[in-house]
């Protein structure tokens, strides 16, 4: 079946790394997705990683793929007060665009 | 690229009446997608298109939605008849199609049945 699982909130302090964490049961998922939702606005793609790689790094975004365990996570350095959002986490297969996606885990950032 | 457009950016009407959502795709993408997002159930894909075809509705809730898309720049989702349990950010995506396309949302109709 097709089930993607996020821990709800996370608060961390201005400055501190963040972690997010997204677990999934579908073992054929071929993309795995992080999107950022600001409030009043849509979801905008952050980073995606193939289901072949184990890590992929983009400017302060480090994304990391536990294939075995179906677990990935989303880690924000130095993480600022402009990245309090709502994370979500999303899978799809290769022969679909369909996308399914976690309930979000909303960062706040402390100053 | 002025991005995916949804309009209205709110909507507030009673139950039993007729809403229709409006969407305009990015030029040059080929697959759209309606979205509802509450709090209880998070982001429900309800349907989506690839060439102006529905391709997988199953995610519409009852006979009483409908989405249509007579073009490749417009598409329409409409519920007749409305009620409150339909209140919900519905969210239009649209993409190239192609493997790994990303997503690309509209900043969503906030809808309101009371």
């Known amino acids: 079946g097709e089930d993607v699982e996020q821990s709800l909130f996370l608060s961390v302090r201005e400055g501190d790394s963040s972690v997010i964490n997204c677990t999934y049961t579908?073992?054929?998922?071929?993309?795995l997705y992080w999107y950022k939702q600001e409030p009043g606005a849509g979801l905008q793609l952050l980073t995606y990683i193939f289901s072949n790689m184990d890590m992929k790094q983009d400017q302060r975004l480090t994304v990391l793929l536990n294939k075995k365990d179906k677990h990935l996570s989303l880690r924000i350095a130095d993480t600022q007060t402009g990245d309090s959002a709502i994370y979500f986490c999303?899978?799809?297969?290769?022969?679909?665009?369909?996308?399914?996606f976690g309930s979000g885990t909303r960062l706040l950032v402390r100053p | 690229d002025a991005g995916v457009i949804q309009s209205p950016r709110h909507e507030v009407t009673e139950m039993g009446q007729e809403v229709t959502l409006r969407c305009k795709p990015i030029s040059g993408h080929n697959s759209l997608f309606w979205y509802r997002q509450t709090m209880m159930r998070g982001l429900e894909l309800l349907i989506y298109f690839n060439n102006n075809v529905p391709i997988d509705d199953s995610g519409m809730p009852e006979d009483r939605f409908s989405a249509k898309m007579p073009n490749a720049s417009f598409s329409t989702l409409k519920i007749q008849p409305s009620e409150p349990r339909d209140s919900a950010v519905y969210f239009c995506?649209?993409?190239?199609?192609?493997?790994?396309?990303?997503?690309?949302f509209g900043n969503g109709t906030r809808l309101t049945v009371t």
């Open positions: 579908d073992s054929s998922s071929t993309y």
């Open positions: 999303a899978e799809s297969k290769q022969s679909s665009y369909k996308l399914i």
């Open positions: 995506a649209s993409t190239m199609g192609r493997t790994n396309s990303p997503l690309h």
